[in-house]
C-alpha cells in the first residue's frame, strides 16, 4: 500500500549522512523528527528541511547514549504524527587504532556511541511499531566485511550490530517491522574529515575502494531512504554494502 507522506524518526540527523538523508526524504514529502545532541545544529536543519516542500520537520535534542532519552524521543515522534513509518539510528564514531593501544576508555566510548545506541533506538522503535509496522536502518562498516587494520574496536561495535540486525528482522518479521543495516566504505562527512583532509590518508584510502573514490553522503543516504520507504516493503535482516566495491571486489 502506498504511503503519500510518511513519517520517520532519525537519530543523528545533523550529522554528514543524517542531514543529506533529511534533505532527500524531505523532498520526497517525508515527516521528519529529528535527533541530535547538538540543537543550535539540530535547529538550523529543522529550519532548512521545512524550506523544502513545506516539510513538517522537527526537532528534539537527545543524547542517543542514554536510553530514557531515545525512549522519550520515540514517543515524542510517536505523539507528534500518530505513528512512525520508519526509525535510523547514524550515531556514530570512527576510531583507528590497533586493539594494543586503545585504552578502556576508548573502547567504552565506541561501544556506547555505536552499538548502545543502535540498540536502545531499536529496542524503542519496535514498541512503537508492534501494531502498525515499519522498518529500522542502522549502521555497520566495511569493516565488518573486510579485515581492515586497525579497526578491531569499530569492527567489533559493528559487528555486533549486524548480530543485532539479524536477530531483531527474525524477532519482529511477524509484526511487519523490517530491520535492515548499510555498511559504507569511507564516507566524506565531518566525522571523517581527520581522514579526507590528509592527503597521503584520502589517496590511500581512495586506492582501497575499487570504483576509485570514497563515499558521498548521499550514496549511503540513498540507500536508507530505499530501505525506509514503506513502499519497499520485502527486504529484511540485510547488512547491505555501499562501499566502491571494497568488501566484494579487488581493484586492478
Excluded at 587494520?149 to 540486525?165: D, R, S, T, Y
Aim: aromatic share 4%.
Amino acid at each position: 500500500m502506498s504511503v503519500d507522506h510518511p513519517a520517520y524518526a532519525i537519530v543523528g540527523a545533523t550529522g554528514g549522512i543524517g542531514s543529506e538523508l533529511c534533505r532527500l526524504l524531505a523532498q520526497r514529502g517525508a515527516k521528519l523528527f529529528l535527533g541530535g545532541r547538538d540543537e543550535t545544529r539540530l535547529e538550523t536543519l529543522v529550519n532548512e528541511l521545512r524550506g523544502i516542500n513545506h516539510c513538517d520537520a522537527r526537532g528534539y535534542p537527545l543524547d542517543a547514549t542514554k536510553s530514557v532519552e531515545v525512549d522519550l524521543f520515540i514517543a515524542k515522534a510517536v505523539e507528534s504524527f500518530g505513528s512512525i513509518n520508519g526509525a535510523t539510528c547514524l550515531v556514530g564514531s570512527i576510531i583507528l587504532k590497533p586493539a594494543h593501544l586503545t585504552n578502556d576508555i576508548e573502547f567504552d566510548d565506541t561501544i556506547a556511541l555505536n552499538l548502545n545506541t543502535a540498540f536502545y533506538v531499536l529496542r524503542a522503535s519496535v514498541k512503537a511499531m508492534m501494531t502498525t509496522g515499519g522498518s529500522i536502518v542502522l549502521a555497520s562498516t566495511v569493516a565488518t566485511k573486510t579485515g581492515l587494520p586497525n579497526h578491531e574496536a569499530i569492527a567489533a561495535a559493528k559487528g555486533a550490530i549486524n548480530g543485532l540486525v539479524i536477530s531483531a528482522a527474525a524477532s519482529y518479521a511477524a509484526r511487519g517491522i523490517r530491520v535492515n543495516a548499510v555498511a559504507p566504505g569511507l564516507v566524506r562527512t565531518p566525522l571523517s574529515q581527520k581522514i579526507t583532509s590528509n592527503e597521503l590518508a584520502l589517496k590511500a584510502s581512495t586506492g582501497m575502494h575499487p570504483l576509485g573514490r570514497i563515499g558521498e553522503p548521499k550514496d549511503v543516504a540513498s540507500l536508507i531512504a530505499y530501505l525506509l520507504d514503506p513502499n519497499n516493503n520485502w527486504m529484511t535482516g540485510q547488512i547491505l554494502s555501499t562501499d566502491g566495491g571494497m568488501s566484494a571486489v579487488r581493484g586492478k
